[in-house]
């Protein structure tokens, strides 16, 4: 695909103590992509993802957003974070602050908008999500799949070029998956840059440009999800697949 | 029990002043510990570093041996103060240390990801620990607060022995007066309950009002 790249990693290590992570990781993302990363627990695919917005420094190696490598904890960290969005296995809305409140907050503290504008865009943003009615509810008297909607709209009020999903279905009951999923494929299909790591096979076939397969800190399949559910490169995806595929 | 109808003048200095000594020193010691619990937790390690140092030379200092350093040891460099001000100095600067690490524990009741959240969405430092990690972190301090102000005021009593006019201080003239010891005693102690008392209230005020609902 001859896009821009709007993520790069290039030989990223990190090490945990002396678990080693993140493997010489390097990865692509263009613009407008959709990337979905797959992989067993503790292969390193969340460290992955949050190590794009910094949230966890790496060790050695470089990431890049559009084409600027990530500046050291501080202002200029903090301007480029605002920039990709993300939204987290326990969605971590703002346990304090009305649903509408977290949605605008940002946008009023690190946008620089006034309240009115910020609640206008924000009560826009809510409605895409089908939640304008609980705008004045607290996080906690939401459902698992609502908060995370909500998760997802205040991560979208910022504009952001390319949105980070850290297992958004994990922590949800079975039901509840589709309605954040089907935002998500909403997303995609408006050309949101997205790197998503996931268990949810279905929405990697369906809304994923590539799947990344990682285990035990390395990236070992990197291909079209069509390709890599139907011909698995490695053992090791073969074995994966087998496993989660069966039922 | 006359003791006081007598000498009402005399309590009522001595219980202002240690009103004034209680109420400079808090604000002093609340604004300072936020400061410095906001350093022990910031990105900057020299701001870290200074904070521990802050906490573990005041919380290991005893209160008299502090009095003396400021009272006796600033004026050597230059800096002569009235001694009121050199107290509200010790007692809130050794009671900030304490302020410090019942704010620092508060912020570690607040779950990580409330902070990472703030973070990703671009919220610098101040933004995240201002406006999502400290508002958070309040409903669960104001118990260990309350106590270490109502220590506060007791401790206060140290400024009498260094001249500064506070209640503890003023037995030693009814002593003089030739009035019972013990008399005396109970009508400070009544004076110490009435200010302790009355912090207590404020704090169980503002728990039933912010604290963590259940």
Redesign the interface.
Known sequence: MAVEPLIELRDVNKHYGPVHVLKDISLTVGRGEVVVVIGPSGSGKSTLCRTI?R?EPVDSGTITLAGRPLPE?G?EL?????????V?Q?F?????KTVLANVS??QI??RGRGREEADRRSRELLERVGLLAHAEKYPAQLSGGQQQRV?IA??LA?DPQALLFDEPTSALDPEMINEVLEVMRQLARDGMTMVVVTHEMGFARSAANRVVFMADGRIVEDRSPEEFFTAPESERARDFLSKILKH | MNVLTDNFPLYAEGFLGTVELTVFSSALALALGLVMASFRVA?VAPLRAFGTAWVMVLRNTPLTLLFFAVLLGLPRFGLVLPFQLFAVLALGCYTSAFICEAIRSGINTV?T??G?????????FG?TLG??VL??AFRSVIPPIGSTLIALAKNSAIAGSFSVTELLGTYKSLGELGYSAIWSFVWIAVGYLVITLAISGIFNVLESRYGVAR
């Open positions: 917005n949230l904890e202002r903090a301007r480029l974070r605002a920039e990709v969005g993300m987290f326990s971590n809305l703002f346990a304090h907050l940002a503290k690190v998760a205040r991560a910022m | 990105p779950p990801g409330q990472e959240a703030a973070r990703s969405l671009g919220m610098t933004q406006a999502i508002p958070q």
